[in-house]
T-cell receptor, first 111, second 114 residues
Framework: QKEVEQNSGPLSVPEGAIASLNCTYS??????FFWYRQYSGKSPELIMS????GDKEDGRFTAQLNKASQYVSLLIRDSQPSDSATYLC???????????FGKGITLSVRP | NAGVTQTPKFQVLKTGQSMTLQCAQD?????MYWYRQDPGMGLRLIYY???????DKGEVPNGYNVSRLNKREFSLRLESAAPSQTSVYFC?????????????FGEGSWLTVV
C-alpha cells in the first residue's frame, strides 16, 4: 500500500513568517511530486510540482525534494492570511500514473 | 472555457435511493477520475478512466459504478445510497505530461445521504 504522510496539523504561523509543510512517502519508485492548495469549500488547485532532488522556487513558494530520505516539503515565505488553506501533498510513480494524496495539513496565517 | 464541470453541486438523498453525478470536461484530456473527500481522510480515488470506453477501480470503488461513454464525460452512479457515502465528490482530469501528471479538479459535488 503506497502511503503519503503529512503532519496532522493544524499549523499556525504569524503573518510574514515562513511556513514549512512536510510530507513523506513510502514508494521509493516515486517520480513526481505535487503540492495542492485547497481553500475551504473549494476544489484543490496545483501550486507546485517537483521531479528532481533539490529545490524549486516559484515566487514565495519553494518545494524541496529529497528522494533518498523520501520526503518532500513546501516552504511558504512571507506568509499571508490569504495562504490560509489546506495543503495536500501528492505523489506519483511517474508519467501517466495515478496520484496518491496525503490527508492534508491546514495552515492558518495569523494577521 | 469551463474546464471540468460537475453536476449537481449539492444533493440530499435518502438511504437506498440512486443517483448519478455528472462530469464533463472541455480540456481534451484522456484521463478522468472520481475522488471522494472526507474529513481526516484526504482524497481517495473511487474510479478512473484512462481513455474513452475504459474504466478501472481505484481505492474505494464499492457501492459505485462509472461510465465513460465519450472523451468528454465521466459519470459516477450510486445504485443504492448509504449514509457512509455522504461525502464531497470531485471529478478530475489529467494532462498527460512527459514527466508526470497535472490534475485539474471540478468544483465538487456535496452529497448527503440521510
Amino acid at each position: 500500500q503506497k502511503e503519503v504522510e503529512q503532519n496532522s496539523g493544524p499549523l499556525s504561523v504569524p503573518e510574514g513568517a515562513i511556513a514549512s509543510l512536510n510530507c513523506t512517502y513510502s514508494d521509493r519508485g516515486s517520480q513526481s511530486f505535487f503540492w495542492y492548495r485547497q481553500y475551504s469549500g473549494k476544489s484543490p488547485e496545483l501550486i507546485m510540482s517537483i521531479y528532481s532532488n533539490g529545490d524549486k522556487e516559484d515566487g514565495r513558494f519553494t518545494a524541496q525534494l529529497n528522494k533518498a530520505s523520501q520526503y518532500v516539503s513546501l516552504l511558504i515565505r512571507d506568509s499571508q492570511p490569504s495562504d490560509s488553506a489546506t495543503y495536500l501533498c501528492a505523489v506519483s510513480p511517474g508519467a501517466n500514473s495515478k496520484l496518491t494524496f496525503g490527508k492534508g495539513i491546514t495552515l492558518s496565517v495569523r494577521p | 472555457n469551463a474546464g471540468v464541470t460537475q453536476t449537481p453541486k449539492f444533493q440530499v438523498l435518502k438511504t437506498g435511493q440512486s443517483m448519478t453525478l455528472q462530469c464533463a470536461q472541455d480540456m481534451n484530456h484522456n484521463s478522468m477520475y472520481w475522488y471522494r473527500q472526507d474529513p481526516g481522510m484526504g482524497l481517495r480515488l473511487i474510479y478512473y478512466s484512462a481513455s474513452e470506453g475504459t474504466t478501472d477501480k481505484g481505492e474505494v470503488p464499492n457501492g459505485y459504478n462509472v461510465s465513460r461513454l465519450n472523451k468528454r464525460e465521466f459519470s459516477l452512479r450510486l445504485e443504492s445510497a448509504a449514509p457512509s457515502q455522504t461525502s464531497v465528490y470531485f471529478c478530475a482530469t489529467e494532462r498527460d505530461g512527459l514527466s508526470g501528471n497535472t490534475i485539474y479538479f471540478g468544483e465538487g459535488s456535496w452529497l448527503t445521504v440521510v
